[in-house]
T-cell receptor, first 108, second 112 residues
Framework: KNEVEQSPQNLTAQEGEFITINCSYS?????LHWLQQHPGGGIVSLFM???GKKKHGRLIATINIQEKHSSLHITASHPRDSAVYIC??????????FGTGTRLQVFP | ETGVTQSPTHLIKTRGQQVTLRCSSQ?????VSWYQQALGQGPQFIFQ???????GRGNFPPRFSGLQFPNYSSELNVNALELDDSALYLC???????????FGPGTRLTVT
């Protein structure tokens, strides 16, 4: 069993839909990252959070430390949101453990 | 403010050779982490350097080694390359260990 599990693995949506990606983890963590990776490889950090909720534009991330669960929400999705979204947990202060990612495709 | 940069972008090597990958940290960042991402997989932690000292290591053999320089730029060295070393190698810098990490564009290594 992976230490970081994401669901779903693949997601397709129509433009404008509300999207939720889930992340569950089994280790004690100090923080959790949500990352975005486009074809070609570059990774962009969307959020780092250790409690509660963060919002940036149309993106919202929440975390429940007791339940070891986090969600990434995208409101009013757009084709440019198409990418792989990766959840990564910070174990101690040095090691990021990554999920395998959720591939999102948003169609016009 | 310059972001994290990596060089080269792509590299092709032969099994058994050695390779050096380079990473320039974001200004003001003293911590750099290296990751290996095989095709279709999530990245795997290789090691982290903080102020020129190794600060943590993942499950990679000793032929994966690193350096961090006084200007906080970093190198990843891989000796005796194997076919399975073919992957995207990512570095990420942060203001200190435990802070948000900012990723470079990666170096795609192909071993034939």
């Amino acid at each position: 069993k992976n230490e970081v599990e994401q669901s779903p693995q693949n997601l397709t949506a129509q433009e404008g839909e509300f999207i939720t990606i889930n992340c569950s983890y089994s280790v004690g963590i100090s923080a959790l990252h949500w990352l975005q990776q486009h074809p070609g490889g570059g990774i962009v950090s969307l959020f780092m959070l250790s409690s509660g909720k963060k919002k940036h534009g149309r993106l919202i991330a929440t975390i429940n430390i007791q339940e070891k669960h986090s969600s990434l929400h995208i409101t009013a999705s757009h084709p440019r949101d198409s990418a792989v979204y990766i959840c990564a947990v910070l174990y101690n202060t040095d090691k990021l453990i990554f999920g395998t990612g959720t591939r999102l495709q948003v169609f016009p | 403010e310059t972001g994290v940069t990596q060089s080269p972008t792509h590299l092709i090597k032969t099994r058994g050779q050695q390779v050096t990958l380079r990473c320039s940290s974001q200004s003001g960042h003293n911590t750099v982490s290296w990751y290996q991402q095989a095709l279709g997989q999530g990245p795997q932690f290789i090691f982290q350097y903080y102020r020129e000292e190794e600060n943590g290591r993942g499950n990679f053999p000793p032929r994966f080694s690193g350096l961090q320089f006084p200007n906080y730029s970093s190198e990843l060295n891989v000796n005796a390359l194997e076919l399975d070393d073919s992957a995207l190698y990512l570095c990420a810098s942060s203001p200190a260990a435990g802070y948000e990490q900012y990723f470079g564009p990666g170096t795609r290594l192909t071993v034939t």
